[in-house]
């Protein structure tokens, strides 16, 4: 038997380089050694969003046409919508019911969204029922596939951490060790920064992404910043003060490359537009089989519609059994 992961992503729309190579890339490596469940968190969306839904459908295409472009393969993983598998609402409510209201409050990102929500409606901060539960909503999503592991971004191990609280104290309550205790896997998302050297995001404007065409992304690229003591081409450059650049060409190009470009840059030999010009061809030869299936996606939504619907019921097939055990294991009617 394989063991299990079980990640997700809430449905922000279309996915950036930052997604592909922090997350994406590391649970399509992840497909064959384990049985893998992945999820659009669409109630997750809803805890901040629930009074912008209307975006909402059109962005869990656009996720989930990222995630196939970019490898994961609906033959080999579970790729689901949450709110299709109702069943997670079940277990959220067994679980909603032995979790201390402390365990809640005392959860960090929690904080963060309270600000964030504070500016948005204008009478001090409203953190509403559906938010505080937020964590133990992501736990009824992990248990409810009883995964070994989650892939997650530094951000949420916390939320893991509850995960495996919440797990113990069900198996004490009553007596079992059905829920097993899940791992995190920590994704390595600071592994690309956005084009103005600030962590790459889709509210900061300085992302590029999976769909990008390669005009756009050229034309990206060209905004990185570099080195900024540099002003003509022939002044001599400085690679490792290149701030974003010089970072890109170690993740997309060949060592040979790097180090030529680096040669040619500390003498002065290479100007940065060039350099530049010569960096965007290269993630967009990278990026160009993806961006092809990406485009086969977005040409058919009929294709991904189908993808998720299916996966959804398959998802379901396990929650269903999940579910029958833990109203055995708590006895109800
Ligand atoms: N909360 C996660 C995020 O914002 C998304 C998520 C929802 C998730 N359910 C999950 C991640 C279950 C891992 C496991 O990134
Ligand atoms: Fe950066 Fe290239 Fe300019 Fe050197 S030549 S500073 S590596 S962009």
């Known amino acids: 038997m394989k063991q299990r992961i079980m ?15 922090g997350v994406i890339d590391n649970w399509v490596k992840l497909q064959d050694e384990y049985e893998c469940f992945y999820q659009i968190a669409d109630w997750h969306a809803l805890t901040t969003k629930y009074d912008s839904t209307s975006d909402l459908k059109q962005n869990i295409i656009d996720v989930v046409s990222d995630w196939l472009a970019a490898g994961l393969d609906p033959e080999k993983s579970t790729i689901y919508v949450q709110s299709l598998v109702p069943e997670t609402a079940e277990l959220h409510i067994y679980l909603s019911m032995i979790t201390p209201q402390n365990w809640v409050e005392r959860d960090p990102t929690l904080k963060d969204m309270a600000k964030i929500l504070k500016s948005k409606e204008g009478f001090g901060t409203q953190v509403n029922y559906g938010l505080m539960g937020y964590p133990v909503l992501m736990t009824a999503d992990i248990l409810l596939f009883n995964a070994d592991f989650v892939p997650v971004g530094i951000d949420q191990v916390a939320h893991v951490e509850l995960t495996r609280d919440i797990a113990r104290r069900f ?69 490792d003060e290149c701030e974003v650049a010089f970072k890109y060409w170690k993740i997309f190009g060949t060592e040979e490359e790097i180090a030529a470009v680096r040669e ?21 030869a990278r990026m160009a089989d993806i961006r092809e299936k990406r485009r086969y996606f977005e ?9 998720i619907r299916e996966g959804s019921e398959k998802a379901r097939v396990e ?15």
């Open 319 to 333: 929650a269903k059994k999940t579910i029958d055990k833990v109203r055995n294991i708590i006895g109800m009617y």
């Open 171 to 239: 198996n004490f309550i009553y007596k079992t060790d059905f829920f097993k205790e899940p791992q995190p896997k920590l994704n390595n998302c600071s592994l690309i920064c956005g084009l103005d050297g600030n962590k790459m995001g889709k509210s900061f404007h300085n992302d590029i992404k999976i769909s990008d065409t390669d005009e756009v992304t050229a034309k990206k690229v060209m905004t990185a910043i570099t080195d900024r003591s540099r002003i003509r081409k022939d002044d001599l450059g400085h690679p």
């Open 264 to 284: 040619e840059c500390e003498k002065g030999l290479r100007g940065c537009a060039q350099c530049k010009r010569e960096l965007g061809a290269k993630i967009n």
């Open 7 to 21: 990640s997700g992503m809430r449905p922000t729309g279309k996915l950036h380089l930052g997604h592909y190579l």
């Open 299 to 307: 040409a058919h939504p009929e294709v991904v519609d189908k993808i």
